[in-house]
């Protein structure tokens, strides 16, 4: 019984995963940090005087975690509500409200600055904001919001039906049903929202870097000062280090707590939903409505009109302008072809997060309900830890470590996706698993007790049960990919730029035109993003309701 | 599963239109992100080498020199495009470049050559100077700032914005040219004058530019730290080219400090022959007459023509601020510290 358990196809799916992992992030990471503690096969630690001795560098450290710690619960607090009236109710326009707030997710940073300059700056259009820390947690909401939503959204919607019906035959009031019976049940999509939010706060560059200013500095955007600018690299390592094991920390505790959540059936089958009667519920739904238009939307449609707006009057100049190579640069790339490029590195890395991602989460409910292991436990965080890895660190890593055939990839654009799909892949994880562990085990056993195999038990058990929780996957590992840009300016042969990538040229130059041009091309990816979403949605498997 | 087959096909498709790379000759320059090239110049080069060339854009400046220092035992490239004067210490200490007098030395001009055994030989250069709005000062009746002391004088208080030296290249270019105005110990009382004198810092160009500088943001900082050819851009980038630039720049008095970029053969390249040949084609007028245009930076070939725009609103300054590269990066991380720890 136990070799079975062993040569069982979802144990060995886990190869895939850590074979993805060991050759594409553990021995490119290895290959910089030996370098930098053991140069010329000697210990170094000097640079630990560096972070110990230095009162600035524990004020990063700590300010990494409050502002993480502050930017989550906002974050939370605005999607909860949101994901009981998206959850609960059918209205008007709710798969065009969560597409849009979905959008910010993958803007790069550059251009949610100027997005949130033009409405919440000092001449903005709805108010000013001018304190840096309160733009930044504002820039966090607006950016993650949606993963939030998201998660506990497609979670709540598979509770309901006859769950909460039971309870309310057993006597117990909504509130009582809702404290007592959903809650605790959405605790795993809770949590795993939270922590996925955590995590990008808790390793935020950009934002931090453009809206923080000088004063304020996050380890992520330590690490890339000292490496790029410094040359520090034991240091630039040292913290990359620090980084990953405060996330495998995290993510330790976080699976083991996720472990002891309740288990149930969801149902895979066509939920109907009630439209918003009571006072309270139309305005919990008007409220959703207003907070996506205000803080998401909002953002994006002044982007949008100073995209379109040329010496005060409308104008398409700017829209003009990027179909044309003015300086008849070899750089130049049509804006439709970047938009190509972006779509067919998101494609690969979306299917190669996917197969990765699916691999991982049956290995792992695998391994937790056979094998009394400490195995889960460990793999769970560690494929959480792209996540919060140094895009400069890995970078260089790949340049000292993929250096020879045959995988010598450091100029291959084969590389862009494969990276992108280390950052999408624990989305498509994240997902996956709350979804999966509610199926009970009895369920696949009976099936292959009647003689099916345990592919027919995936493709016609495990599969169909966790079709909703794949779409989410897919969305985030695809649009991750739209907006990727640290890995990407690293790895993209200037021949192949994705949209991100002519967006930060053309904020390279002086010149009004390119300013505009760059608001140009960022309104594309909004629209490329959104029609990718849809594309993703209508591909999802059956007709049921998508997350 | 129709979501797994769509991706199958997808993924083979990448497979099948990626560039099947024949085994002709090639050349690879390895730059950062700021390089450009156009067209017909591209197409010259290849014909004058008889070779492909690659052009291999690694980051920022820093970054990507960062990596050719990482890769020079299986280097990335053949040719090394952008280390500048900041930087020229640290990449001769590394010994990545080997020696070659290119064939046009004799027209370079001669205070940009750093290194007498020419294993880097000056490209381009710019000088990074004070920007500022015409119009804003103009409306006001005020006179716009000379030199850097102006800048302390209370008459522009809160009108500055300039780059964090830490994270952005003209804001430690700046930083520099005030080391060398002011000496290595009054350099410090000078930025705490002007941190009094409510300066804005952010931490790079993009921000300071687009984000505050009034010429070209919503911002209320009407001096900014770019390029003195950042008024040809200006024109250049305008729907309708203006007869005046509108922005200015303050050069004089040792206000602006010189990048200088240089580019030098890698040591490791596979094809030092053809490596060498190129250089000499960077060096040529052809190539430099397109690096205004392309980069906004100055050719180092004295006899390259400068287009018109560049003629009527570019400046170069004739009293560049000057530090010794020895000494820039013997104390490059300690200014950068002492500066982070009084103006943060």
Redesign the interface.
Known sequence: MKKQIYTHPYFLAGLVPALFFLVFYFYPLSGIFL?SFFPKGEVNLLFLDQVLGSA?MMKIIWFTFWQAALSTLLTLACALPAAFAMANYEFRFKKTLRLLASIPFVLPA?VV??AL??CF???GWIGEIRHPLALILLAHVFYNFSVMLRIITGYWTSLQGEIREAAAMLGASPAQAFFHVTLPLLRPAIWAGALLVFIFCFSSFGII??LG???YATIEAEI??Q?????N?PLASFLSLVQIVFTFGLMSLYTRFSKRAAQFIPKAGEIRLKPPERPWEKSLVAGTALFIIIVCVMPMVSLAASSLV??GDFSL?YYR?IFEN??????YVPPFQAVQYSF?FA??A???A??AGVCAALFITHADRHIKSRLAAFFDPLFMLPLSTSA?TL??GI??TL??PPLNL??S??LI?LVHALVGFPFVLRALLPALRTIPAQMGEAAAMLGASPLKVL?HID?PLMSRS??AG?VFAFTISLGEFGAT??AA??TTPTIPIAI??F?????????GQAMAVSTILMAATALGFII?EN???GNAEGI | MKLKYFCLILISLVWIISPVQAAEKQITIMTHDSFSISKPVLADFQKALGARVVILRSGDAGEALNKAILSKNNPLADIFYGVDNTFFSRALDEDIFIPYAPKVLANLAPELLMDPKHRLVPVDFGDVCLNYDIQWFKTRKIEPPKGLEDLVNPVYKGLTVVQNPATSSPGLAFLLATVSRFGEKGYIDYWKQLKTNDLLIVNGWKEAYWGHFTAASKGDRPIVVSYASSPAAEVFYAETKPDQAPTGVVIDNGSAFRQVEFAGILKNSASQDLAKKAMDFILSPRFQEDIPLQMFVFPSNTKAALPKVFTDHARITGDPARLDPELMDKHRDRWIREWTEALL
């Open positions: 370098k600035r550059v600055a100027a300059e033009s700056g000092r001449t870097l453009i200013g000088p004063g890339y000062r490496a790029a600018h410094l040359f690299l040329h010496n100049a302008a003015t300086t008849d640069s070899v750089f067919i494609a690969g979306l299917a190669i996917l197969v400069v970078g260089f340049i000292i250096d020879h450091r100029t654009p084969f996706p493709r599969l794949l779409v897919a300016i690293f042969p200037p930060y040229r904020l390279g130059q002086p010149g009004a035109m390119n300013y993703i591909l999802r498997p």
